[in-house]
């Protein structure tokens, strides 16, 4: 328990923390060496903390796992037993704890979104408690790739966040994103925000200034996506994330496809033509479609993916699969595709004909 008393007030005391590693014992020395003179947290043995950054002791770990899974425990039945507001923080302080030493420990997350829930409505600070907890996932997915506990949790925070702060989730989860394209957990997010900004967007009181933003939100989507799959070559998420987007333009911004407008109220500046669209996604895959290097596999998967986005795309507009034919040589379509999936030779001639 002291160990978790002295890792809790290290948290506590420098709440910038932003990575936590486990370190060897036999390193503690080099650190403590290293920023002598410095202002890190170090008691030379089990913890060091520096620049909002946190090693704890190997060592450490097992006795500090066991002491935070009991004190959360405790604080769970005495909270369920009581129903005292004041037992929130220790919920909240022990969850924290143990989930940082076990990321994917699920009735820890679950006690969270009970917290959260029961103070959403009597809490006037419920959006810095949202930031905050958004914040704590994205540390801990730093840490423990593609965790779905820990990425379902902060799709559940959308629900609670206001309008402003979904947007500001949407700019500031960029950079993070951006880092690490093929964790497909982080679009799922964005997708989830997105999806928020379209709900909000139909409200009676949505103002026609709204719509605009809205429809420049997904525009920047777009490019940015865009940009993306060209940096970072045959990156499957990415490719997923330009399929919802697609269909976001299709099911909500169209009234109709050859005249598309978010809504009735727009600018004719806001409006997305048809084939102005159509002829964007067919130009990423002519850049996309070229493989400089048959032993290099990731761009026989860009180009596997290209292709199967633009049949997709075909599929889902399927009254319109003529102006398809007319823009885009199917052929080579075929060709491609039974070129870099040749096992899949069969359902490509079933599906292009």
Same mark, same amino acid.
């Given at each position: ?162 309008? &402003? ?55 920047? &989507? ?100 003529? &102006?398809?034919? &007319? ?27």
């Amino acid at each position: 328990m002291d160990l978790l008393l002295q890792f809790q007030h290290i948290l506590e005391s420098d709440p910038l923390i932003d990575e936590m590693g486990f370190v060897h014992p036999t390193q503690f020395a080099t650190l403590t060496e290293d920023s002598t003179g410095d202002t890190a947290i170090s008691d030379g043995t089990t913890f060091w903390c520096r620049d909002h950054k946190l090693g704890v002791s190997t060592q450490a770990v097992l006795p500090l796992y066991n002491a935070a899974k009991r004190a959360f425990i405790a604080a769970m039945e005495e909270y369920k037993r009581l129903g005292d507001d004041g037992l929130e923080s220790e919920v909240m302080k022990h969850s924290r704890a143990l989930l940082l030493l076990s990321s994917d420990f699920g009735t820890a997350w679950n006690s969270r979104r009970w917290v959260i829930k029961s103070i959403s409505g009597k809490c006037s600070a419920l959006q810095e408690i949202l930031g905050k907890e958004s914040e704590l996932v994205e540390k801990i997915a730093e840490r423990s790739k593609m965790n779905y506990r820990a990425w379902n949790h902060r799709c559940w925070l959308v629900s609670y966040m206001t309008r &402003e702060q979904v947007l500001h989730e949407l700019k500031k989860s960029r950079n993070w994103v951006a880092l690490h394209v093929a964790d497909n957990c982080c679009f799922h997010y964005r997708r989830r925000l997105i999806l928020r900004i379209l709900k909000d967007s139909k409200l009676e009181n949505a103002s026609p200034g709204y719509f605009v933003e809205v429809s420049e939100v997904w525009k920047e &989507e777009l490019d940015w996506n865009e940009m993306l799959i060209k940096r970072y070559i045959g990156r499957e998420a990415l490719w997923l994330h330009r399929r919802f987007l697609s269909l976001c333009w299709m099911k909500q911004f169209a009234t109709n496809l050859h005249d598309v407008s978010y809504h009735s109220e727009l600018k004719t500046s806001t409006s997305i033509n048809f084939n102005s669209f159509i002829d964007n996604e067919l130009r990423l895959l002519n850049s996309c479609s070229t493989i400089p290097d048959n032993d290099f596999e990731d761009f026989q998967a860009q180009a596997s993916y290209s292709a199967t986005y633009i049949l997709w795309l075909t599929k889902q507009i399927p009254e319109f699969w003529f &102006e398809f034919q &007319e823009k885009l040589a199917i052929g080579n379509l075929k060709t491609m595709l039974s070129k870099v999936c040749p096992e899949r030779s069969l359902l490509w001639d079933s599906l292009i004909d």
